[in-house]
């Protein structure tokens, strides 16, 4: 039996002195020197007792040496818990306990925070990066290692979920669903070996790690590989660059910055936008910027990627392009399940490779969460629109019902963020003693006063009355997470009681 994501994405690194990794400093990580960390990593887990199916849980800053954990933990069959690094001990303490890791992997300096609690959970707590333990225990051990034979189905990485509704659910992907996702987007996206992707995002998160990290490492091209979204720093790289990946927030940054110019990026292959959605401001703003559309895609925790607007053809603003090969998607009603026609908002349901094995541990939510025919409910609402483009309306969380009426906040938002003197827009639906819920709006101003009263005259005759807003909040941002989606929840937990304040 083989390792078939070793396989395809860390084996063929082995040996190879062609350049795999640019770090900020413009020092140069082969790919072989790359794979050598990678097998001593490995051996350092099989030295530590852990085995196939056992939990690695990271912590750690990004560095080649978190990616080399990633393959080091592929290869030995443990299953990769990446945290994001802002979590406090009292977070970790619920995944570690819920995952039962065996081994969990810190920053050097969080050491000694977190020796309390990884005494009381039972689990080994090793350090990693430069000066760490586990580092040091990997430089003793050889640069070889033969891979554990693994099939399809095994459990590959454990991924949590944001938790907004409840408790925070581990999703269990395979090698099957991170392997297949990779073949389809360097294939889609045209990755090659001449490609240079410059990479600023996060590794704790599918986006930088399963997109961006696993298409560089099939399609064995390099990556200049920056511990963060910094100004400077990617005007500096640029120039190196083929490709580019980010959350829409990196793009209204470079747009916010005078350097960025169609010289700036004439020689740029490619550049893709996710997490969140683009606006269809920024999408216009940039092309006519730089020249360049920027491609978008649409993807979750529990499906990796699962749409994308086309390489070649049109990338239509405000969607998010046709369905990935191998995925089938569906427009479904909500309750039945039964399929709505092309043009008719409804849930978005998906089945195919890349779609996850279930929640860690929750049988009960997983089967709740798919039909009988295997299709996965996503929680998102969108449309199919009559060019076969794919069109997210929002969650099936933050649908209003407003005087028994359905109203889709994205829909407002697209008009809303149309308006003058608006920079985005996010509307929520937040509890009204005659309506149930009623539609609020919260925007974000290019001034500190907007004109309420010329916004609502502009939505007059481009909304029916039930979704234009009963009120209007102003902020300088919108609160969001790591990623940059917008935190609704917290908006709506944090104006609970507006219309309440507002009889007394």
């Not at 696993?214 to 200049?224: D, E, F, H, K």
Request: charged share 20%; with cysteine; net charge negative.
């Amino acid at each position: 039996m083989t390792n078939p994501l070793y396989d395809a994405l860390f084996a063929p690194q082995a040996g190879q002195d062609r350049p795999f990794m640019t770090l900020p400093g413009g020092d140069q990580l082969s790919a072989a020197d790359f794979h050598d960390t990678l097998a001593r990593f490995a051996n350092a887990l099989r030295a530590l007792d852990v085995g196939p199916g056992e939990r690695v849980a990271v912590q750690a800053s990004k560095s080649p040496q978190m990616l080399a954990i990633y393959g080091a933990a592929v290869a030995s069959g443990a299953v990769f818990l990446p945290l994001n690094s802002a979590y406090t001990p009292e977070e970790l303490e619920y995944f570690i306990t819920d995952c039962g890791a065996r081994l969990l992997l810190v920053d050097p300096a969080r050491i000694s925070a977190l020796t309390p609690l990884a005494e009381k959970l039972g689990v080994r707590l090793e350090s990693l990066g430069e000066g760490g333990s586990f580092d040091a225990l990997a430089d003793t051990l050889p640069a070889s290692f033969t891979p554990e034979p693994r099939s399809d189905d095994d459990l590959t990485a454990l991924l949590y979920t944001s938790g907004t509704t409840g408790r925070s659910k581990g999703a269990m992907l395979s090698q099957r669903n991170l392997l297949s996702n990779a073949e389809a987007l360097v294939d889609l996206w045209r990755f090659t070996s001449e490609d240079v992707l410059l990479h600023a995002l996060p590794i704790f998160h599918t986006h930088g790690l399963f997109v961006a990290s696993n298409v560089v490492l099939l399609s064995r091209a390099q990556m200049i590989f920056l511990p963060k979204f910094e100004l400077d720093q990617v005007f500096a790289f640029l120039p190196q660059a083929t490709t580019m990946m980010g959350v829409p927030t990196f793009y209204t940054r470079l747009l916010g910055d005078a350097r960025l110019c169609r010289e700036t990026v004439d020689h740029m292959r490619l550049f893709v936008s996710g997490s969140a959605p683009l606006l269809a401001e920024t999408h216009r703003e940039w092309s006519e910027r730089t020249g360049h559309a920027i491609l978008e895609r649409y993807g979750m925790t529990e499906t990796n990627m699962l749409t994308s607007n086309p390489y070649e053809g049109a990338r239509r603003p405000g969607t998010v392009g046709h369905p990935l090969p191998g995925v089938s998607l569906r427009i479904a009603d909500p309750e039945s399940g039964a399929a709505l026609p092309q043009g008719e908002t409804g849930m978005i349901e998906v089945r195919g490779p890349n779609v996850f094995q279930g929640y860690w541990q929750m049988p009960e939510k997983t089967a709740a969460e798919f039909r009988a025919d295997g299709y996965f409910m996503t929680g998102d609402l969108g449309m199919i629109d009559d060019q076969g483009y794919v069109n997210i309306v929002g969650r099936a969380k933050d649908l209003i019902i407003s005087g028994g009426y359905n109203v889709y906040p994205k829909e407002i938002e697209l008009v809303l963020d149309d308006m003058p003197g608006v920079v985005e827009s996010a509307v929520i639906g937040l509890p009204h003693p005659d309506f149930g819920e009623a539609v609020v709006a919260v925007l974000v101003p290019d001034k500190a006063t907007p004109d309420i009263s010329a916004i609502e005259s502009g939505l007059s005759d481009k909304l029916a009355r039930y979704k234009q807003p009963k009120a209007y909040i102003v902020l300088p941002e919108l609160p969001r997470n790591t990623m940059g989606k917008v935190q609704k929840a917290a908006l709506r937990n944090d104006y609970a009681a507006y219309f309440k304040e507002s009889a007394q």
